[in-house]
């Protein structure tokens, strides 16, 4: 079976990062997705927005509330995750989460906001993935690896 999602898209506020009574971080954040396209009947261009809240645990979520900023362009590979909770009502609640376990930063380290050429720090919990032959970023600095 697979469970795994990769989305690229831009962090609606700074993350929250807290931790557990075990001592663990964890870091929260959301990423808007947005998708644009032109309606076959009217002509009209339309668009869809879609936010995903997004966890982060350990070493990584560190680094997130380091690095990841409002308005910042950002790549998330993860798994999704539905956790179930209670509700100041008392009513049951379901939640879908991105737990992400590779982060990048697309745009630039000051404030990660536009910048197309800044060296990007890259954070990947499990291996560094291997770099793209030909993939038009050769002018850059390598990714940084934490």
Same mark, same amino acid.
């Given at each position: 079976?697979?469970? =795994?999602? %990769?989305?690229?898209?831009?962090?609606?506020?700074?993350?929250?990062?807290? $931790? /557990?009574?075990?001592?663990? *971080?964890?870091? #929260?954040?959301?990423? *808007?997705?947005?998708?644009?396209?032109? !309606?076959? %009947?009217?002509?009209? /261009?339309?668009?869809?927005?879609?936010?995903?809240?997004?966890?982060?645990?350990?070493?990584?979520?560190?680094?997130?509330? =380091?690095?990841?900023?409002?308005?910042?362009?950002?790549?998330?590979?993860? &798994?999704?995750?539905?956790?179930?909770?209670? !509700?100041?009502?008392?009513? +049951?609640? $379901?939640?879908? !989460?991105?737990?992400? #376990?590779?982060? &990048?930063?697309?745009?630039?380290? +000051?404030? #990660? =906001?536009?910048?197309?050429? *800044?060296?990007?720090?890259?954070?990947?919990? %499990?291996?560094?993935?291997?770099? *793209? %032959?030909g993939s038009g970023f050769d002018d850059m600095d390598d990714d940084i690896l934490f």
């Amino acid at each position: 079976m697979l469970n =795994q999602v %990769q989305i690229i898209g831009r962090v609606g506020k700074d993350p929250e990062v807290r $931790y /557990l009574p075990s001592g663990e *971080a964890v870091a #929260n954040f959301s990423v *808007a997705t947005t998708e644009k396209w032109k !309606d076959k %009947q009217s002509g009209e /261009l339309r668009e869809e927005t879609e936010w995903h809240r997004i966890s982060t645990f350990g070493r990584l979520d560190e680094i997130v509330g =380091q690095y990841v900023k409002k308005g910042g362009l950002v790549y998330v590979s993860g &798994k999704i995750k539905t956790r179930k909770y209670t !509700d100041k009502d008392g009513s +049951e609640k $379901y939640a879908t !989460d991105i737990r992400a #376990n590779e982060l &990048k930063l697309l745009s630039s380290r +000051e404030n #990660n =906001q536009g910048g197309e050429h *800044a060296p990007r720090p890259s954070t990947n919990q %499990q291996r560094p993935a291997p770099a *793209a %032959q030909g993939s038009g970023f050769d002018d850059m600095d390598d990714d940084i690896l934490f």
